[in-house]
């Protein structure tokens, strides 16, 4: 086992002092554990992200091992206790607070009262727009993350951030519909995933633009 | 003319309800943005857009 303090001299090799102390004090919200949760969720672990807040009712489906960070030996867990399994082993001084839960349009108002930034991770389009329009009317301070259009095998090119407005962020092709039939595939789901994760680094990074 | 994710539109005295029809979004899965702020839902079929307002409708797609 290595010392808090040898993580934070690696983590300050590689962003520097101020970057690292940021992302320390940082405490982000990820809203579904899925393809792009899961994923951000280890990036800003790795990251040296201080506390996640991590929500979602599901538990992992053989259905998901194409593209979500969970293992055979985690089938039928709860995502929220097999995914902070997994991230003790990779960030044992992350914080990681979870929530085993469906959000519903009513516990947004006081869900995300300490949380700094909002990461919108769900599957279903209805979900996304009640978790951002929640979040954009009861927070109007704290930035929004979000990811729409990832489903199929088309460029990863097409992936990219969008700055809607000041607290809004959307990521993806905004056009790939799973409904399509496309499917999903871990790289391009991971493509969406890294741009959600790094405009998460880069808001608290005080690089507010898209 | 009122600017709707960024391309000028006709669209003056139109209510966002009506829009969203005529245009075939689901309003369950969009959010609508007026001069960067969000609108809520129930102000739908009461808010008229005028020449000078600047809409972002989002249309969100299923995938995660």
Known sequence: MISHDEWRAALDERFGRDLRTRMEAARVAVCGLGGLGSNI?????RSGIGTLHLIDFDRVDISNLNRQQYEIAQLGMEKTVALRETLTRIAPFCIVETETMRIREQDIPTLFE???IVCEAFDKPEAKAMLVQGVREHYPQTPIVSGSGMAGIGS?????????????????DATSDVASGAGLAAPRVLACAAHEALTV???IAGEAEA | MAVINGQPEQVEGMTITSYLVEKGYDPARVAVEIGGEILPKIAYSRTVMNAEDSVEIVAFVGGG
């Not at chain 1, 990863?156 to 993806?172: D, E, H, M, P, Q």
């Open chain 1, 41 to 45: 969720s280890i990036a800003l672990a």
């Open chain 1, 114 to 116: 300490h949380d700094g």
């Open chain 1, 156 to 172: 990863a090119n097409s992936i990219r951030t969008r700055r809607v407005s000041k607290n809004f962020y959307l990521c993806g």
């Open chain 1, 201 to 203: 680094m880069r808001l």
